[in-house]
């Protein structure tokens, strides 16, 4: 999309907005650029499409382009859908941007749709943080105990001292505190939790 003329990517745009909602392929009137680029989407679009997607594929990069902002495209001329697009596309994704003098040419419109943008950004990041999380084991006494072999004592997982404690959180905290690692468990989980405001 950044490769083609101002134009071109605001032809492209629009006629995936116009396929996606209101099921109408480019007209004679299309761009030879534009057409090719939305044909070769149309696969992907006209599976998006049939499901209905409400939401990207996992891991895909994406913003959520809702009927409205569809509308919103629809209403300006070829050359400023471009220009639009791709100031949205370099604020969510970083690609290259957009001159100054072409930017203030879509910066109120801009202004109007970034809360959307910031809305799938956080979204986005949420979903991240979320994935990531799951990903990591899950940490034990044991697990612990096993890393960390110089920590003397042992504590059972029903001890009062562990109550409120996030067993991933404390193994970080003595991870970056090897000093403590000569110590009892029961001493560390205490300093933690003073530390930690528990």
């Not at 032809?11 to 116009?18: E, H, P, R, Y």
């Not at 809702?66 to 919103?72: G, V």
């Not at 109550?163 to 000569?182: C, M, P, Q, S």
Request: proline share 4%; with cysteine; aromatic share 10%.
């Amino acid at each position: 999309m950044c490769k083609l003329t101002h134009k071109e990517a605001g032809q492209v745009v629009k006629a995936m907005c116009a396929f996606i909602f209101n099921d109408k392929e480019p007209s004679d009137k299309t761009l030879p650029k534009a057409k090719a680029l939305f044909y070769l989407l149309f696969e992907q679009l006209d599976e998006t499409k049939k499901k209905k997607a409400k939401a990207a594929k996992r891991g895909m990069e994406h913003f959520t382009f809702t009927k409205a902002l569809s509308k919103f495209f629809e209403a300006l001329d070829d050359e400023q859908a471009g220009l639009l697009i791709k100031q949205c596309s370099n604020y969510v994704f970083g690609t290259p941007p957009l001159d100054e003098s072409e930017a203030t040419q879509v910066d109120e419109y801009f202004e109007l749709i970034k809360p959307m943008l910031d809305k799938t950004i956080k979204q986005r990041e949420n979903a991240k943080r979320h994935n990531e999380n799951r990903k990591k084991p899950k940490i034990t006494l044991e697990k612990i105990r096993e890393d960390f072999k110089e920590i003397r004592g042992n504590l059972s997982p029903e001890n009062d001292v562990l109550k409120g404690v996030d067993l991933n959180k404390l193994y970080a905290f003595i991870e970056e505190n090897e000093e403590l690692r000569t110590q009892s468990m029961y001493s560390i989980v205490d300093l933690y939790r003073r530390e930690n405001g528990l």
